[in-house]
């Protein structure tokens, strides 16, 4: 297999394996499939028989179309509409490219897109198959890179070669000459890939990344609030309940074990920890009224009655308990 061939399947998995993560976020089968059939059809039509290639001019009318068409509805909807939006949008920009002739700079924004839709990914899903499928996409996206480091200078070694004149005049003047660097037939052929130099440059790559992420993920500061903060420093977490609250849009509601609080009972003076002998009991508030008016539909509570805790409404209280 030559490095051309080797580097268009490469990016093509890699593109495959981003909307993977896409479907992977918000439970979809639609934009990894559609992404899988896109790769089948344009190493068949685009890079095998060169049948269906887009020009620049072209392929980036779609894209604008593309882009306008995902982002129609970008600020009339929630926070998790829009990062559907956005994968959806890098799903049609990488079909766009994925038809266009493979140069340097396509190989790039495949690659780049693909990293994108990996972002939106870990925003929408943070479960322990997308650790696993990080691992695979990590070996994947090595590989591109190396491949693609190969074909530039490959390229760029070929174009000096072909576009350099020959020296002009006579055979003992060329003697005195600058040395000239013809294409030979060498540098026309195709350059073949040999999997043991490409397995140990991905091998040393993913050494060097691996230590860096180390070093860097350590050496970082951190805000106190975030996840990997703990209970060190005496920092303190604060919550409360809102009155009320709105729903964005309807969709559908999924379980989460993110942790929402954190809990931690000291003194006031020495900030010593308290002694609990029993377990602790915290009182809540419950949304029990749905309105609709002009400043949009909402869940709000009620004034607390007599006999009824949590400030449930009466009708509330018996449509749960009949």
Same mark, same amino acid.
């Given at each position: 297999m030559n490095l051309d061939r080797a580097l268009q399947?490469?990016?093509? *998995?890699?593109? !495959? #394996?981003?909307?993977?993560?896409?479907g992977l976020g918000h439970e979809s089968v639609v934009l990894p499939l559609a992404l899988g059939v896109a790769a089948i059809a344009s190493a068949t039509l685009t890079n095998a028989?060169?049948?269906?290639?887009?020009?620049?001019?072209?392929a980036n009318i779609v894209a604008l179309a593309a882009v306008a068409w995902s982002l129609r509805n970008f600020l009339r909807i929630g926070s998790e509409g829009q990062l559907l939006a956005i994968a959806d949008m890098l799903v049609y920009l990488q079909i766009v490219l994925l038809f266009q002739e493979k140069t340097g700079r396509v190989y790039w924004q495949l690659?780049?897109?693909?990293?994108?839709? !990996? !972002?939106?990914a870990?925003?929408?899903?943070?479960? @322990?198959? $997308?650790?696993?499928?990080?691992?695979?996409?990590? $070996?994947?996206?090595?590989?591109?890179?190396?491949?693609?480091?190969?074909?530039?200078?490959?390229?760029?070694?070929? +174009?000096?070669?072909?576009?350099?004149?020959?020296?002009? =005049?006579? +055979?003992?003047?060329?003697?005195?000459?600058?040395?000239y660097l =013809?294409?030979?037939?060498?540098?026309?052929?195709?350059?073949?890939?040999?999997?043991?130099?490409?397995?140990?440059?991905?091998?040393?790559?993913a050494v060097a990344n691996v230590l860096f992420a180390a070093v860097f993920f350590y050496a970082t500061p951190r805000l106190d609030a975030g996840a990997? %903060?703990?209970?060190? =420093?005496?920092?303190?977490?604060?919550?409360? $309940?809102?009155?009320?609250?709105?729903?964005?849009?309807?969709?559908?509601?999924h379980q989460s074990?993110?942790? !929402?609080?954190?809990? %931690?009972?000291?003194? *006031?003076? +020495?900030?010593? @920890?308290?002694?609990?002998?029993?377990?602790?009991?915290?009182?809540? #508030?419950?949304?029990?009224?749905?309105v609709r008016d002009a400043g949009g539909a909402r869940w709000t509570t009620v004034r607390p009655q007599s006999g009824n805790r949590l400030g449930l409404s009466p009708q509330f209280v018996g449509a749960a308990t009949a």
């Open positions: 399947l490469n990016t093509a *998995a890699l593109a !495959v #394996m981003g909307a993977l993560f896409l028989f060169r049948w269906l290639r887009l020009n620049r001019l072209i690659i780049v897109l693909s990293l994108l839709q !990996v !972002v939106v870990a925003a929408l899903s943070l479960g @322990p198959q $997308f650790g696993l499928l990080l691992a695979a996409y990590m $070996f994947l996206a090595l590989t591109a890179l190396v491949l693609l480091c190969l074909h530039r200078e490959w390229k760029r070694l070929y +174009d000096l070669a072909a576009l350099r004149p020959a020296p002009a =005049g006579t +055979d003992w003047k060329s003697l005195l000459a600058a040395p =013809g294409p030979t037939p060498e540098a026309t052929a195709p350059m073949p890939v040999r999997p043991a130099t490409i397995a140990r440059q991905v091998l040393l790559l990997w %903060s703990g209970s060190r =420093g005496g920092t303190h977490a604060v919550t409360g $309940f809102t009155p009320e609250a709105s729903l964005e849009e309807y969709g559908r509601i074990n993110q942790l !929402v609080m954190r809990v %931690s009972l000291s003194s *006031a003076a +020495d900030r010593k @920890p308290y002694l609990m002998i029993g377990e602790p009991y915290f009182n809540g #508030m419950a949304l029990s009224q749905y």
